[in-house]
C-alpha cells in the first residue's frame, strides 16, 4: 500500500486505515481494514459491483431443528481451512 496523489484515470483504490491495538508489546497494528463500501467518482462502490448470494437466514433456523432431531451428531471446525 502506498500514498497516492489525484489521479485523472478512471482507476478505483479502496481507502483503508490501520486498527491499532494499544496494548500489544510487539506488534501496534492489529489489521489493515479495507472499505469497500466507499463510492468512487462514478458513483458505485465495490460492494455494488459484487454479485449477492442468497438469503440464508430462513434456512439456518431449519438446520438448527433438524440438527437436534438425531440421536449422535458430529460438528466439526472449518477455521483453519480458510485464511
Not at 463500501?37 to 438448527?64: E, H, R, W
Request: proline residues 2%; hydrophobic residues 40%; charged residues 20%.
Amino acid at each position: 500500500m502506498s500514498m497516492i496523489e489525484k489521479s485523472d484515470n478512471d482507476d478505483y483504490y479502496m481507502p483503508h486505515h490501520a486498527v491499532a491495538k494499544e496494548t500489544s508489546e510487539t506488534t501496534k497494528v492489529f489489521h489493515i481494514l479495507f472499505n469497500a463500501s466507499a463510492k468512487s467518482n462514478s458513483g458505485v462502490s465495490l460492494n455494488d459491483m459484487l454479485m449477492t448470494g442468497p438469503i440464508i437466514q430462513d434456512k439456518l433456523f431449519l438446520y438448527l431443528i433438524h440438527f437436534r432431531m438425531f440421536n449422535y451428531v458430529i460438528s466439526f471446525d472449518i477455521e483453519k481451512m480458510y485464511r
